[in-house]
């Protein structure tokens, strides 16, 4: 079966954003009293949505008000410092401008807020490559949730098959979403996903550069 669509996740699969991520966490939760999270630590919440991060992140502890006012900190700061340290990965640029030469077209999918991924998008100049775009949008329905595909993402791409599509991410939230949605996955191991967890769920393909997704894709479409 070819590849007709690519779906790319953000954070640890296209960029580097976790030094501007575990910036900005231990910043914030450090203004309302809760310990500065270890770059491990939050490495761990990478792919979770930012209420799910900080709840893991102070143990449970952050709650009601408290939570909004930590999200608010570090949403300023991430806007502040954290965005301006994002970083392509080497040959993400290149890799998506040849899945893009194939004529194949590109959606890029993260947890993050919608707002937030399309000006990160802008900033790092992959706009034009891109396709289709959804963050968190607080109407949409989020990874691994299968109904992201289904009633977010499939309405939008009119005549793909799920079988048809690839799922490019490196944690075990992208890669049990290809499995709840029925598309194939391709575990981005150069990111900040947990080994043995994205393992155990048996992605299809497993990346170590992601210089390599172009000649996968090639190899699948040929038949080879």
Aim: proline share 4%; charged share 25%.
């Amino acid at each position: 079966m070819p590849i007709t669509t690519a779906i790319f996740d953000f954070d640890g699969t296209i960029a580097s954003s976790l030094e501007g991520i575990h910036l900005c966490y231990q910043e914030a939760l450090a203004r309302h009293g809760y310990s500065e999270p270890l770059l491990e630590d939050v490495r761990q919440t990478v792919g979770l949505t930012l209420e799910e991060s900080v709840r893991r992140l102070t143990d449970g502890q952050c709650e009601g008000n408290q939570m909004e006012e930590v999200l608010n900190s570090y949403r300023a700061l991430y806007m502040e410092k954290g965005r301006a340290m994002a970083a392509l990965f080497p040959g993400a640029m290149e890799a998506l401008s040849a899945v893009k030469g194939m004529g194949i077209p590109i959606a890029l999918v993260s947890n993050k807020s919608d707002k937030g991924l399309r000006r990160l998008a802008a900033q790092l100049s992959i706009e034009p490559f891109v396709d289709l775009m959804q963050g968190d949008d607080n109407e949409s329905f989020r990874k691994p949730d299968a109904r992201l595909y289904t009633e977010n993402l499939a309405p939008r791409l009119p005549g793909t098959l799920a079988s048809e599509i690839l799922m490019i991410g490196d944690t075990h939230t992208d890669l049990l979403f290809a499995r709840n949605a029925g598309l194939r996955s391709c575990w981005a191991a150069y990111g900040y996903g947990d080994q043995a967890a994205c393992r155990a769920l048996k992605p299809e393909f497993t990346l170590e550069d992601i210089a390599q997704l172009p000649g996968v894709i090639r190899r699948l479409n040929s038949g080879e």
